[in-house]
């Protein structure tokens, strides 16, 4: 009888599965402090923003990347 200490999950999903879970974890975080340490955008549309990330999880952290963050890295001339 072959017996893992993981869960079920985890063994169906494989090497793969895992390390494409951690990476997506670490995007949708790293979209959440980006958006909280964003001075461009105010009270609201933070708030609006943070609320998208947080429920469409990794959906709502691709679409703040290229919506939400667009004029964040412009250089003003």
Do not use: Q
Request: net charge positive.
């Amino acid at each position: 009888m072959n017996e893992s200490h993981l869960p079920a999950f985890l063994v169906s999903f494989g090497l793969f599965g895992i390390i494409l879970a951690i990476v997506t974890t670490l995007f949708w975080i790293w979209m959440l402090i980006d958006c909280l340490t964003n001075t461009r955008l105010d009270g609201v549309n933070k708030i609006i923003w943070l609320l998208v990330i947080f429920f469409l999880h990794v959906l709502g952290a691709i679409v703040y990347f290229f919506v939400g963050r667009s004029g964040r890295n412009k250089v003003a001339i």
